[in-house]
Structure formats: C-alpha cells, structure tokens
C-alpha cells in the first residue's frame, strides 16, 4: 500500500529565509506525487505536481520541489518565504485510477 | 471556467442524523473524489465516482454513500451519523487520472 509521510509537523522561519518541507513515499508502482496549500478555513490548492519526466518540477508562488526516485523523496522548497506563505502544506501520491493518498501535513509559519 | 464549489459551507447535525453534502465539478472534468479530513489531519479519501458510477473506495463504513448526476456533479450521503464524522469534507473533480482540483469544503459538525 501506498504511504506519505511528511517528517515535519511545524516549520518556523523567519521572512526572506529558505524553506524545505520534507516527504518520503513508499510505492512499489508507478507513482504522481502532488504539493497542496491549505489556507485556514479554505480546501486545498495545487502548488505542483510531478508526473514523469524532469526530476525538477516548479510550481505557483516561487515553489520548486525535486522528486528523488533513489530516496522515494519529494521535498517542497522555496528560496525566499513571505509572511502570505503562512500555511498548511500536504504532500500526496496518486495512483492511475487518482485516489490520493496524503501526509499528515506541515504547518509553515513566516515570522517577520 | 467555473472551479469546483460545494455546498453548503457549514452544517450542524446531532448523532444519528442522516446528510447529504453537494459538489459541482469543474467545467470538462467527469470524476468527483470525496475526502474527509479530520482536524490536524491530512485528507484520507471515501471515494470516487467516473461516469455516475463508483471507481474506488477507501476504509469508510457502508454508511457513506454517494452519487455522481448526468452532468458529473455529485453527493455524499452519510447516514446514523456519529461524533468522529466530525471533518472537513472536500470535493475534488478532474478528468480520470488526471489533477484534482478541490472545492472550499463543507465543514461538517456533530453534536
């Protein structure tokens, strides 16, 4: 069976800083592997998505994420935050068929 | 291009009660997946409908239920509701195996 698992729950970090969020995933198939936001009281947004081919895959909002087939890794990164990247942050694997499994997610929080 | 839009925002429902929760795909898209998410919970899927008929199920009871309508909106039914169905329940629509696009949500509490 398909897992997710995001190894941080909080991440604290100040205005103009670097960011990871970090996701392993465990698969013995094929796998797409999907970032989502979730602003407070709103359903989730698509950041980027990784189906096949280049190993890079950028998204909205100045996010990147690298998909790391050796470490069955998928971390999210963004070079410089901002106080509106407050948020949320799922990672989720997808199967063919599209049932998404997701983390258990991390919390950034963007201090000024 | 309309995005996916759920109804209604929130509910209040006592244990017990049956309900029913909407979702309006988006334009060109013929498959809704529900999920539930529990506070501090990442979302864990219920199921999906393709073409008015279910396409995959995750560990929920018979209890949920659903329905996919000639134009690909969509409902889910929970019946003999208990506390722990307490959650965040969002829609999302795509073309099969393609991206899922999700709704605001319908936040669902049971007293």
């Known amino acids: 069976a398909q897992s997710v698992t995001q190894l941080d729950s909080q991440v604290p970090v100040f205005e103009e800083a670097p960011v990871e969020l970090r996701c392993n995933y465990s698969s013995s198939v094929s796998v797409y592997l999907f970032w989502y936001v979730q602003y407070p009281n709103q359903g989730l947004q698509l950041l980027l998505k990784?189906?096949?081919?280049?190993?890079l895959v950028k998204g909205i909002n100045g996010f990147e994420a690298e998909f790391n087939k050796s470490q069955t890794s998928f971390h999210l990164r963004k070079p410089s935050v901002h106080i509106s990247d407050t948020a949320e942050y799922f990672c989720?694997?997808?199967?063919?068929?599209?049932?998404?499994?997701f983390g258990q997610g991390t919390i950034l929080t963007v201090h000024p | 291009e309309t995005g996916v839009t759920q109804s209604p925002t929130h509910l209040i429902k006592t244990r017990g009660q049956q309900v029913t929760l909407r979702c309006s795909s988006q334009s060109g898209h013929n498959t809704v997946s529900w999920y539930q998410q529990a506070l501090g919970q990442g979302p864990q899927f219920i199921f999906q409908y393709y073409r008015e008929e279910e396409n995959g199920r995750g560990n929920f009871p018979p209890r949920f239920s659903g329905l996919q309508f000639p134009n690909y909106s969509s409902e889910l039914n929970v019946n003999a509701l208990e506390l722990d169905d307490s959650a965040l329940y969002l829609c999302?629509?795509?073309?099969?195996?393609?991206?899922?696009?999700f709704g605001p949500g319908t936040r669902l509490t049971v007293l």
């Open positions: 999302a629509s795509s073309s099969l195996a393609d991206t899922q696009y």
């Open positions: 990784y189906l096949s081919g280049s190993t």
């Open positions: 989720a694997g997808g199967t063919s068929y599209g049932k998404l499994t």
